[in-house]
């Protein structure tokens, strides 16, 4: 973060509850960072760490870094000349490399070819804004879609999917930023799945989505439910959930049975 090529940044960390000595890590960086803590130094998980911080600052345009991820050095000044020419983008992403545990590249976050349509049931049905650290958004869009739902281990989709229904977005398919991949990371947990239902349906009574979009979404979460519950063990209850994806959407059922 502090080689970035771009030198107008207001630098947040957030210590969210940390038992080492993450603190006295990040003292050593004052005055360059500035460090925030919640009430009583207790831990409150990733979306209440990221509303601290956005209400913590003045700045207009807002990027996010989770604690294991790295940004390139030219990535905020490339998101940066975006929101100078586009004035109606409300989020900038970019690309990124998936990383291992020492930062050497595992593989691209994106395929070549990749577009940003800007139809918000895509991002509905597909969160292909692989992490956090890859965006930018303006200040004034959370003024609009409110702040991260707290709660969520989805938050993220659940905010890129507020945002599609009131702004747009940009997509930098240059590689400005690394994803650490982690064994029995978050992502691979079940209940990232389950909260999609309640993330679904909430946006179902906010904006007027497709029903096919609606259907394929169920369809996708029934999938990953019945993968999960196949690698637990979990045969019957993973049968009845390969069975609900395959109701709702027949056709994409058939194409990965053959």
Known sequence: ???????????????????DNTLEILNEYFPYVRILSHPGNINLGQAASLNLGISSTEADLIAFLDADDIWYPDKIKKQVEVFENHPAIGLVYTNGFAIDEIGEKLYQLIS????????PGRILLDNYIRSPSSTMVRKNVFEKTGLFKVGLQSMDHDMWIKIGEKSKFYYLAECLMGYRIHIGQQSLKRRQ???????????????????????????????????????EGRYLRSLWNYMMAGIHDPKRAIRTFN
């Open 1 to 19: 973060m502090l080689e970035q090529d771009y030198n107008k940044i207001e630098i947040i960390c957030v210590n969210d509850g940390s038992a």
């Open 112 to 119: 070549n070819g990749f577009r940003e349509e800007n139809i």
């Open 193 to 231: 799945w389950e909260d999609g239902f309640n993330i679904l349906r909430e946006a179902s009574e906010r904006y007027p989505y497709q029903f096919s979009v609606k259907r394929k979404r169920l369809a996708v979460l029934y999938y990953r439910l019945a993968e999960n519950d196949w690698r």
